[in-house]
């Protein structure tokens, strides 16, 4: 029975990891260690909470003794490392938080496995989950590939980045058996309600101005984040060492048509005459550095590991919007800080 830790799993993308990796891998133990920063909800994981093969572990990745000694005891055979402090704009008014967590935390994981997978590393695996935002901005044309140069603007790029270098020169300089994969922006159930989809959603449901940066001319790739899961899964499994894959959904759209396409499809579903949402649009002052497009080419992995995206966005799109008009409690108890309640009442007991 083989141990695996995921780092971040009471967050966004990470809870629909250990969804899929409790549901898919019975004769799996997966360990999901997360510090239950603002961003991390228990809640978020309540369908698998009482399965056997599911573990949550409170600690903070910025602890490297606490580190070494959970590995020492656990001896993992994988590491999915998604924990993070993930939002740019959070990284514009705090860095160092960013390089704490991001970078020393990243680090300390990186030390406690070369030192317990010491000389018996075959099979086991680092898998760091990173960002396309390392790669910069793009003009009009073109798009990342795995061997475009670094050229991060944010801080929070700035920190993943240096994450990826380490992750990789762990890999040349100890041979740890690491590797790393880029994606583009997720979107699905369970985002906070701080980044574009959700926020939106949350406004337009309470009436609420949309504050759109700058002219809403930037342009994101959105991927379904239960794609990014299931690409998540194919690289783990069957990825090789040392290397990079791009994930992204060839699906570019800028942030004004988004925003546009949502107060359609939220009229729709609240039963608002045509146009009434567009009008909580508000310009507001740009984000500073805001990079202006991203665009990710995956076709190494979609070639080499058969990985393609499964859901059209306008599709997921509606499903997303469907899923936060649906679960009000859990968007009302994230807006309230109550979701933090969560942990008190159920897993100290533990
Ligand atoms: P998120 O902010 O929703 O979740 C981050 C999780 O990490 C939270 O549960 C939080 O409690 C935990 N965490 C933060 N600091 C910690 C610490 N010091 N110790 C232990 N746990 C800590 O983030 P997300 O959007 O799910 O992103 C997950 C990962 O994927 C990140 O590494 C991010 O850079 C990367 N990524 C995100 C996107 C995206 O569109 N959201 C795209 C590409 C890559
Ligand atoms: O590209 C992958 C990245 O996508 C991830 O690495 C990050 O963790 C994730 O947060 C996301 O970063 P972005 O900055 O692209 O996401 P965000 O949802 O914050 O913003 C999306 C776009 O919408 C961006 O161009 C800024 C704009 N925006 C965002 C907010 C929150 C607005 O115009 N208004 C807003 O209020």
């Known amino acids: 029975m083989k141990t695996i830790l995921i780092t971040g799993g009471a967050g966004f993308i990470g809870s629909h990891v250990v969804r899929l990796f409790v549901n898919k891998y019975p004769d799996y133990n997966i360990v999901n260690l997360d510090k239950l920063t603002y961003a991390g909800n228990l809640a978020n994981l309540k369908d698998v909470e009482n399965k056997s093969n599911y573990e949550f572990v409170k600690a903070d990745i910025v602890d490297g003794e606490a580190m070494l000694k959970l590995f020492q005891e656990r001896q993992f055979d994988g590491v999915i490392h ?33 030192a317990i997978w010491n000389g018996q590393a075959e099979g086991k695996l680092f898998y760091h989950i990173s960002t396309d935002e390392v ?54 159930s369970f985002q906070f309600p701080e980044k574009l989809i959700p926020l939106f959603i949350n406004n337009i449901r309470n009436n609420k101005p949309l504050p759109v940066y700058g002219k809403g001319e930037n342009i994101r790739d959105w991927l379904w984040v239960e794609d990014h899961a299931r690409a998540i899964d194919v690289i783990f499994h069957q990825g090789k060492v040392g290397e990079t894959y791009n994930i992204g959904g060839h699906n570019e759209w800028t942030n004004i048509s988004l925003i546009k396409l949502m107060c359609e499809i939220m009229d729709r579903k609240l039963g608002r005459e045509e146009g009434t949402s567009e009008k909580l649009i508000t310009y507001v002052k740009d984000r500073a550095g805001h990079d202006l497009r991203y665009a990710i080419d995956s076709t190494k992995l979609q070639k080499e590991l058969s990985w393609v995206p499964s859901l059209q966005f306008e599709e997921g799109l509606e499903k997303t919007i469907d899923w ?9 108890n994230v807006t309230s800080g109550d979701y933090q309640k969560y942990y008190e009442g159920q897993y100290q007991k533990r």
């Open 324 to 332: 936060y008009l649906e679960n009000e409690e859990w968007l009302q």
């Open 135 to 188: 790669y910069g901005s793009l003009g009009e044309e073109g798009m990342f590939t795995e061997t475009t140069k670094y050229d991060p603007h944010s801080p929070y790029s700035a920190s993943k980045a240096s994450s990826d270098h380490f992750v990789r020169a762990y890999h040349d300089t100890f041979g740890l058996p690491a590797l790393v994969s880029n994606c583009s922006n997720n979107y699905g």
């Open 82 to 114: 998604l924990a993070a402090e993930s939002h740019v704009d959070r990284s514009i008014s705090n860095p160092t938080e960013f390089v704490f967590t991001n970078v020393i935390g990243t680090v300390n994981l990186l030390n406690a496995a070369c």
